[in-house]
Antibody, heavy 122, light 107 residues
Framework: EEQLAESGGGLAQPGGSLRLSCVGS????????MNWIRQAPGKGLQWVSYISSSSSMIYYAESVKGRFTTSRDNDRNSLNLYMTGLHDDDTATYFC???????????????WGQGTMVIVSS | DIQMAQSPSSLSASVGDRVTISCRASRTIRTNVNWYRQKAGKAPELLIF???TVQRGVSSRFSGGGYGTEFTLNISSLQPEDYATYYC?????????FGLGTRVEIK
């Protein structure tokens, strides 16, 4: 069964740091582009970051650029999100997601982890 | 950023009803829109890819359509497991953006 499993969430103080991890199983992780998506409590979905299969391209939402760093280790089937300078509005559930591409420009998020909760509070 | 205006924000419907949810993009996005269902306390799941392609394993009661700026998600016969929140997403231009969601409730 194809799965993504996040870990590393928890409580952090404003200005603090946290590292999230995601491990993929049941599929060839190195072949897929990945994204982090977050969802604040009771709110909608927000794209956070993208990383290509080889890590050659990495993009961030403006709200996290310069504070968050995405990386991956294809030998360990893992995706990471290192978050620094945390704000109250970074409080959210963070989902690791896999990208599926169609024959044209189309792409979507076809596999999601269960999410890991990050709470930023003093 | 491309804004995705989703409507309605919520609706009440009975099992067996046909339901339609709409999304309007702030600029043309061809068919680069996806639809997701999120059940309470769970991760979203992909329903429709590229405006009209039903994702593998998803029931045929779900269908999608549209082009350019206007898109719809249709549920032909609402089932108990469809009481959830639905989101559209555009992937035409980075950053990818989502609609605010449509909550489907039991009537």
């Amino acid at each position: 069964e194809e799965q993504l499993a996040e870990s590393g969430g928890g409580l952090a103080q404003p200005g603090g740091s946290l590292r999230l991890s995601c491990v993929g199983s049941g599929f060839t992780f190195r072949n897929f582009e990945m994204n982090w998506i977050r969802q604040a409590p009771g709110k909608g979905l927000q794209w956070v970051s993208y990383i290509s299969s080889s890590s050659s391209m990495i993009y961030y939402a403006e709200s996290v650029k310069g504070r968050f760093t995405t990386s991956r280790d294809n030998d360990r089937n893992s995706l990471n999100l290192y978050m620094t300078g945390l704000h109250d509005d970074d409080t959210a559930t963070y989902f690791c997601t896999r990208v599926v591409r169609g024959v044209t420009q189309a792409n979507a998020l076809d596999l999601w982890g269960q999410g890991t909760m990050v709470i930023v509070s003093s | 950023d491309i804004q995705m205006a989703q409507s309605p924000s919520s609706l009440s419907a009975s099992v067996g009803d046909r339901v339609t949810i709409s999304c309007r993009a702030s600029r043309t996005i061809r068919t680069n829109v996806n639809w997701y269902r999120q059940k309470a306390g769970k991760a979203p799941e992909l329903l429709i890819f590229a405006a009209s392609t039903v994702q593998r394993g998803v029931s045929s009661r779900f269908s999608g359509g549209g082009y350019g700026t206007e898109f719809t998600l249709n549920i032909s016969s609402l089932q108990p497991e469809d009481y959830a929140t639905y989101y559209c997403q555009q992937t035409h231009m980075r950053p990818s953006t989502f609609g605010l969601g449509t909550r489907v409730e039991i009537k």
